[in-house]
């Protein structure tokens, strides 16, 4: 039953998040894909509040956390302007194959929740430091500066962001005890709620080619690497989930308006704070779409939109973690000043090695298979981001660890899993056949 | 539809291969609801189903010594690391020597693997993965 309780706790998140996104500039989306974005948004701003009363040293209370990160929302409606000029976005024309989609997506969630069920896909990370930290956390009710501290956890990555471990401590205190099983069903249900968001999302970009198929593609994809790599219970899930929804919004019909930039913003900001990795893929991002829209007026409004949340959700966290001795430092492997280029053959042959064990590599050959057989050019913004970080990890693995293979042996899959979603989300349709000056549709 | 063929298609690969990667069904329908039975590292299922079982009889502010029958040290420090996860609130230490300090004395013991024979203390409890252990007065 705790973990029936610990699970529902997620429900009150797209409340949290509804004073943003209730805004009218968010009614392009469906229903559902507005109320996940909701609890994602929400999630960030929880997550934030979170950490800020940590470092304020104030004891966490469930009601008045909510209520402070819904106040937060609030805050954020109000950045998020007016409704776009012109009016509210072109929805594509149309999204074939979306029953067929449907049907898959919800196939490739069952299969996630059969997997998680049989043990199959359960996390070593969740039995090692996320399940208990945030158990920590929860029983302290604040994040717990003295455990982190201590030098009997410092296998636990005390830098690791606290997105995760804060919402598990949260869910910890409302249902009275952490449970384990609800922490390993997290990777079904975040699975389950990005097939049914990037849809929505999808259908909102610039050229999409077919929504709903192209999202079930990545979602079955996803879903065959987490059962593979055993990521249920892990932050991977989460961090999956904001980097696709993010970098989907990206790709909305040029000239991106404020409240698509800020939603995100936040996203990015919870991919930031879920995972280490998460912070290059919002910088990377972030700066290739700046690049890309080369224009200097409002420079530093559509920056902040962009940035401000992931800088505020960090900026609290690295404040709370030196501010309370916590750790010393935001990385562990090395310096950039020690790594070791002999090694990239070893290193090259353990991630293909890597790669190829997680289901023959087939969660990452699909979506380069559609890349590689589409008619249409790829978007370049999800390529850029792409190419981007699979030169900064590899370089991150040159870094002059004692066990390179077995380190890569154990993380590459994960951590190459965002290219999954960035080559899904790089496939377009074609230009459409009348020019689209049109203009908004009535 | 043709422009949804080829995505389709991916998806339904991908889905078929994640099928294809389950367990056998009837492996699937246990009754013992373990979320790391088959988990990539061979130490998490067993792990988690033995501290699982013992955490009740683990009172909290407890000093627990962690031990594996194999004696592997490098085992014993993992086990040891899960079960100061999942027990909260207790002093949970490795027995392994070059971890160890003489003037800690363990009010319990949890043994991974099979039973050992010359153990000075009291069996508490038993499970298939291993036992749990009060010293001898």
Known sequence: MTGGAWLATWLLLPLVGAPLLSHGAYRRFSFVGRAILSGAAGLVALSFVQTAASLAGWRWRLLPLAILSAAGCWALRLAAGGPPPGGPLRLASGDPGRRAASLLSAMAVGVALVATLAGAAGSPDLLLFWGPKAEAFAAARTIDAGFLADSRTVLMHPYYPPLVTNLYAFSSMAAGAFSWRAAALTFPILLGALALSLPSVLRVAERPLAPSAVAASAVAALGLLGAEADIAGNADMMLLAFEALGAALLLAPRPIDRSTRLLAGILLAGAASAKVEGLPFALVAILFLLVQERRLARLPERLALLVGPTALSLGVWLAFGLGRHAFSRYGEYGSLLDLRPDRMGLVLTAIGRTVWRRGFALPYLVPLALVLSSRQSPRPLPIAVAAALTLFLTTTYLLPVARPALWIEWSASRTFSPLIVLLSLSVRGPRPRYAEAAGPPS | ?137
């Open chain 2, 1 to 137: 539809m043709r422009r949804a063929a080829l995505p389709l298609a991916g998806a339904a690969l991908l889905v078929a291969a994640a099928a294809y990667r389950l367990p056998h069904t009837r492996q699937i329908l246990e009754p013992e609801r373990n979320p790391f039975r088959r988990s990539l590292s061979p130490f998490d299922g067993p792990a988690f189903a033995l501290i699982d079982r013992v955490a009740a009889d683990v009172p909290r502010g407890a000093k627990v010594a962690i031990d594996t029958s194999s004696r592997v040290d490098q085992e014993t420090v993992y086990f040891a690391m899960v079960a100061s996860g999942m027990l909260p609130g207790r002093d949970v230490r490795a027995h392994v020597p070059w971890l160890e300090e003489k003037s800690w004395k363990p009010d319990y013991w949890i043994v991974f693997g099979s039973r050992p024979p010359d153990a000075p203390a009291v069996p508490v409890l038993q499970t298939p993965e291993g036992t749990l252990w009060r010293p001898k007065e």
